[in-house]
């Protein structure tokens, strides 16, 4: 046993609550600067996607003058707000060690029912929302139901009802776009502009923005956040002390639904239309935010911004590489390099614990 | 079996009902069986020693009388009326804490966050009752303090991450906060597998002192030394049954190995 009386020569590893020296910092104090990267990293899992994006806005902007021209940098947020939403209800399965391959499938069956009881069954706007809801808390209740009480693995349930929203959506679709002239202003306001320090950002950005805020305050503040981590961290732990793990998983996977229906509600904005094509990149792409985002698949271990930094990130390198004039198949090489990029050190962070 | 009452703690003769009994508790793992039909009885005031060799049952004793799992058969009683745990918390919200085998702590949270796990505290007013926050700062504070009263010196800063720690620190964790919380019983599954010596003698000193305040604590421990020194009564298990109930004054440490062992019965 060490005395704790040694000074800290850390003062990075500390903390946030400053505090001065604790046993933090001397537990993290192993020496190599090697390993105090990866405590750092460990302690904020937040901070290597930050670096990533700040580096990315700097190299992208040096290359390209067009990237910090306001319109780009609007369409950037535009581009990502749906893609953003979709990630926070997939940082919430992935932090309780799951995965969703039926988020952009549950947003789309959501956003065609929005869409089409405005437009075909002349519902108001307002309700025609609240359906949109219904039908994201549904499916999102149904994934968690599978998952709970048949304890198939999320991914394989997930993976089944990926297909079947998909089926639902065209049949109940017709296979045909609802186009904005036909869908209430309401609904379609989510793509409407407003100017900030000549910047155009439509109020889907903001209920994005919104919605990270609440989400973040709820993991971070509230004591079912807790139970949603301690429950990915280790789920037989967190049964012992006294959680009741389906509990959680089944209301993560049905606030996820709800996080969807929002979703829905931005991605009508931002197309004007709503599509049943419109989810099929967005499964794998939420996750490939989220987990840019420094988020661990092994659950447990992440923050609701760091899926946010990850969305921004794809984002930026997308809109980057397309300024620079390269062919899209750059932009997927480089988004899957940031993937695998991402997982390797995630693994390597991992290491810390004994 | 009358074996068991004629080994109680002559203080609680002859009126004293079990604080905690289990009769006929049986439990099979598909083909293996992990219980036999055991009963068990713990007075108020005395450690209750269970040992036994690997295998014996001795954690699946443990599960099935604290909901962490539920027995095929047989019946709890607590303080002489049935209960029915389904799950953890239902034992919980009885006073009866316990620490597993391999500890259930979640390496990720931090020590306070790991002492108040599944019964957070909210903040007063509508901070707690509307935005449902958490009131860390009170925890935290909480969560020092018990670990001063209860001796324990080697974790100092109650937010650092369980995972930053020794296995020792994480035993004493476990034990803290079953300590702190249980208010009717205690329960240590092999809670001084993973200490030195000094680290296990704190968790005796802490066991006795439980005890001396009034709770009563089932300890399961492979080590013979600590079982004989601290226990009142040692309920021994073998293949899934319970073979005898002795005191370290009717029998020594090499009979109560015979009996678990098969070598020779009580
Ligand atoms: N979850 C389980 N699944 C299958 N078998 C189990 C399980 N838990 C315990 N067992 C079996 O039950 C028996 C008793 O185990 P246990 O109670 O852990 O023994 P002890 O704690 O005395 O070493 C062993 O044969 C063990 O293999
Ligand atoms: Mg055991």
Redesign the interface.
């Known amino acids: ?1 060490t005395t ?1 009386t040694s000074q800290s020569s850390t003062p990075a590893a500390a ?1 946030p ?1 400053g505090g001065g020296v ?3 910092t001397e ?2 104090d192993r020496s190599t600067p090697l390993s105090r990267i990866r405590n750092l990293l460990h ?1 904020y899992p937040a901070l290597s996607p930050g670096i990533v994006l700040v580096v990315a806005v700097i190299v992208f902007g040096v290359i390209s003058p067009r990237f910090f021209l306001a319109n780009n940098l609007s369409l950037i947020t535009q581009q990502v707000a749906v893609v953003g939403t979709l990630a926070i209800a997939q940082t919430l399965v992935i932090l309780t060690a799951g995965i969703d391959l039926s988020v952009g499938a549950i947003m789309v069956l959501s956003s065609m029912v929005i869409a089409q009881t405005a437009s075909q069954n002349h519902v108001p706007a307002a309700l025609a929302l609240v359906l949109g809801l219904l039908v994201g808390l549904a499916a999102g209740a149904l994934n968690g139901v599978l998952v709970t009480r048949l304890k198939l693995p999320p991914f394989i349930v997930t993976l089944g009802t990926l297909n079947i929203f998909l089926a639902l959506t065209l049949l109940y679709s017709n296979s045909a776009s609802v186009i904005g002239q036909n869908i209430p202003a309401l609904i379609t306001s989510t793509g409407a502009t407003f100017n900030v320090g000549g910047i155009g950002i439509t109020y889907g950005v903001v209920a994005m923005l919104v919605l990270y805020i609440v989400m973040a ?2 993991m971070g ?4 956040g ?2 949603v ?2 429950v990915g ?2 789920k ?9 793990v389906n509990r959680v998983l089944l209301s993560v996977y049905v606030a996820a639904g709800a996080i969807l229906a929002i979703g829905a509600w931005i991605q009508i904005g931002r197309a004007d239309a709503a599509s049943p094509n419109a989810g099929n990149d967005l499964n794998l792409d939420s996750i490939t935010a989220v987990v840019i985002g420094g988020t661990s698949l092994f659950g ?2 992440g923050t609701i911004w760091g899926s946010l930094l990850g969305a921004l990130i794809v984002g930026v390198f997308r809109n980057g590489l397309a300024l620079a004039g390269l062919d899209v198949l750059y932009q997927t090489l480089a988004v899957g390099v940031l993937i695998i990029v991402a997982v390797s050190l995630d693994q390597w962070i991992r290491k ?3 | 079996m009358t074996l068991s009452e004629d080994t109680r703690p002559a203080s609680t003769l002859p009126y004293t009902q079990p604080v905690l009994k289990a009769t006929g508790l049986v439990k099979t793992y598909g083909r293996v069986v992990g219980l036999d039909g055991v009963d068990l009885e713990l007075y108020q005031g005395e450690v209750l020693a269970v040992i036994g060799d690997n295998g014996a049952g001795k954690s699946t004793l443990i599960k099935c009388l604290t909901g ?1 799992e539920i027995p095929d058969e047989g019946q709890l009683h607590l303080q002489g009326s049935p209960v029915h745990f389904k ?3 239902d034992a ?1 919200l009885y006073g009866i804490e ?1 620490v ?1 085998q391999g ?7 931090d020590i306070a ?2 002492l108040y ?4 505290l ?1 903040k007063p007013g509508i901070l707690g009752s509307v ?4 009131d ?1 700062k009170t925890m935290r504070s909480n969560s020092k303090q018990e670990l001063d009263r209860l001796g324990i010196s ?4 109650v ?3 369980i ?4 296995g020792g620190q994480r035993q004493a964790v476990a034990v803290a906060r079953a300590a702190a919380f249980g208010s009717k019983v205690v329960v240590l599954d092999e809670p001084t597998a993973a200490l030195g010596v000094r680290e296990s003698n704190q968790v005796l000193e802490l066991i006795r002192r439980l005890r001396d305040q009034g709770i009563p604590v089932i300890l399961v421990s492979h080590n013979m030394p600590h079982v004989f020194d601290v226990a009142d009564r040692i309920h021994i298990q073998r293949l899934g049954k319970r073979a005898a109930v002795i005191t370290p004054q009717s029998h020594t440490m090499t009979e109560a190995v015979a009996i678990m062992t098969g070598a020779a019965t009580a």
């Open positions: 046993m704790n903390g609550e604790d046993l933090a537990f993290l302690r305050f709820i503040k509230t004591a079912w807790r139970h981590y301690a961290d280790d037989e732990s967190a049964r012992l002390a006294g959680i009741r447990g271990r810390v614990r004994k | 962490a799950r953890p918390q919980k316990t597993y500890l259930a702590v979640s390496p990720a949270l966050s790991n796990l599944g019964r957070e909210r935005f449902r926050m958490m860390t080697t974790l100092q800063d937010t650092v991450a995972e930053n720690l020794s």
